[in-house]
Nanobody, 116 residues
Framework: QVQLVESGGGLVQPGGSLRLSCAASGSTYNINYMGWYRQAPGKQRELVARIFSGGSTNYADSVKGRFTISRENAKNTLYLQMNSLKPEDTAVYYC??????????WGQGTQVTVSS
């Protein structure tokens, strides 16, 4: 089992920045890759960014150049640095871990609101 706890969400003005964190615990050695997803009201959950065990990353086109995903293995923590935030980035952001046993784990989510 893997437990994920997100933090760092909040209210920010357009053009501002936030950094989300996701602390992983439990059987973290089973984690193959991790990522961030988001879900806006009335919309489906979508992939924002993903980082693989070798360090490679991929991003949704809508966040490329503005968001950066990183992982600090020594602390079992995943980050999402979000810059140049836009109102359309408003959503609940979820941390995800995918295990070598092909099982998905999810955090409880953290709200990000971009508004003036």
């Amino acid at each position: 089992q893997v437990q994920l706890v997100e933090s760092g969400g909040g209210l920010v003005q357009p053009g501002g920045s936030l950094r989300l964190s996701c602390a992983a615990s439990g059987s973290t050695y089973n984690i193959n890759y991790m990522g961030w997803y988001r879900q806006a009201p009335g919309k489906q959950r979508e992939l924002v960014a993903r980082i693989f065990s070798g360090g490679s990353t991929n991003y949704a086109d809508s966040v490329k150049g503005r968001f950066t995903i990183s992982r600090e293995n020594a602390k079992n923590t995943l980050y999402l640095q979000m810059n140049s935030l836009k109102p359309e980035d408003t959503a609940v952001y979820y941390c995800n871990a995918f295990s070598y046993q092909r099982r998905d784990y999810w955090g409880q989510g953290t709200q990000v609101t971009v508004s003036s």
